[in-house]
């Protein structure tokens, strides 16, 4: 597989008068010089036509004529593009507000699409690489991290990798806290059970359902497979799978394949050694976590005049399945959204991978400033441990942008 970034080539403007051409153009246009050109060459396919995007190989090759665009980086956020052909008009747009128009095919969506496409792969690439570190990790990270936006949440959807603007309500704050507990997901297998049970419990619904169940391991796979909703899924859960842990031997006997099978293709590293899981309550968490943030983002979209009450809400049932059906809670984060609800929080829940780290909570903004003195004081000030740590560990905060890149000026 090629996987080389374009080459870099050092020309003389002189020499190549269509290059020399686009520099003035570009000149009279925004009144500086570009930076760097690129080239991008047309193809023609010698053979193998309509067969590429059903998989086969396909013979083509790059030619001689090309697209050249010159370039100019530039420290805002707006990107302005200009055709050398006057039928083409400019246009400009901010960087993270990319709209691409389908109903309507203007020269420069080719462009966006290219923005788009670079910012959603470099999540995915982001998000293959943590894997190396040996946690079977989701994407949520990465994805948000690339596709953020100042000023909304992301309804964030996997395979194709897609973000949807959540405008979350006005007059609630969330605050973090941190139950200064630590839990290293890559130094411990804690996470990776919990992908592992899911993916087993993937195959056996999948098989007692007769889908490809060895193709499947995401339980969304079982749910798209069925082409039923989410309260379905969860009947189904309780049809197919038992409350009491699976023995690797039950689960093997299940698939109707060997021990060493299951270990090499449904186990990372770190699990093999797990004799048990719990498929059940996992499937019944994850079934029902996905609706509750479908339903969390219909709130906000609707904005009914009870939307911080619904919301914290389905919070508060979020913490609960976590803490009672995924088992990914402790003690502190548990005491945490106890002290948090008990302070005006209308919902308060762990964040992220949970067994420690941080709980998010829902506040009213009129109840903010009481919210933190007391929470500081009932969960921070009477742990000398904690006190220590309680600035860092403690602070309101809101829909920021994504990541990107400084350089000096
Ligand atoms: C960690 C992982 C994410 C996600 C969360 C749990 O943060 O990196 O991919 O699985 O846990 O929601």
Redo the contacts with the bound molecule.
Sequence with gaps: MATDAPSTLRVQLVEQPRLQKLKEMFLSKFGTAPEFYVRAPGRVNLIGEHIDYCGYAVLPMAIEQDILIAVKPVKSQVVQLANTDSSYLDFSTNVNNVQINKTKPQWHNYFLCGLKGIQVELAEIC?KS?RYIG?E?????QSISFLAEEGTAKLIEFSPLRATDVKLPSGAAFVIAHSCVEMN?AATSH?NIRVMECRLATKLLAKSKGLDWKDMSRLHDVQSGLGVSLADMLTVVEAVLHPEPYSTEEISKCLGISLEELRSQGLSQNTQDVSTFKLYQRAKHVYSEAARVLEFKKICNEAPADAIQLLGELMNQSHISCREMYECSCPELDRLVDICLQFGATGSRLT???WGGCTVSMVPTDKLNTFMKNVGKAYYQTNVQRLALENNSLFATKPGSGALVFVEA
């Design positions: 998000t943590e946690t990790g989701g994407g949520m990270d997901k996470y992220g991978a949970g």
